[in-house]
């Protein structure tokens, strides 16, 4: 596994499993604010026209800010226990390819879309994932 562009050997990496316990504790922590933002997104798009990936790459509605807190931490409510080691590696490359978290997101609601993006940056880490700086 890469973690900030250095290997990092477990025993075999297909048996890392998700740590749920830790998820939930996560999750329950902010579980309040998340969740009334997850709600009040109105998947307006209007946070998209502040984003610039989402310029830089055409338009393309992976690179929207709705997107991305919807695909990574309204994902990890729902599922909780039931997400794979392979959805929070893809929620990784959500919140680090896909944002920079550079917090230009602007949301007429209030979303705190880039606290959304760190949170779920710092669930991950705390599951062994982070950024594979070699991708880039």
Known sequence: MEIFGEKKSFENEATVQVNTKLLNKMLDEKQ???????????RCTIC??????????????NYMPSYKIIQSIGKLYKKREKITRAELEDMGK???????????????????????????????RNQGISQDFTEI
């Open 32 to 42: 309040a604010k998340m969740k009334i933002s997850l709600k009040v997104c109105a």
């Open 94 to 124: 959500i919140v680090w390819r896909d944002c920079v978290l550079c917090t230009r997101c602007y949301c007429p609601f209030g979303i705190d879309i880039p606290e959304m993006i760190a949170f779920v940056r710092n669930i991950l």
């Open 48 to 61: 998209a026209e502040s984003c610039f990936l989402f310029h830089l790459h055409d338009g393309d509605p």
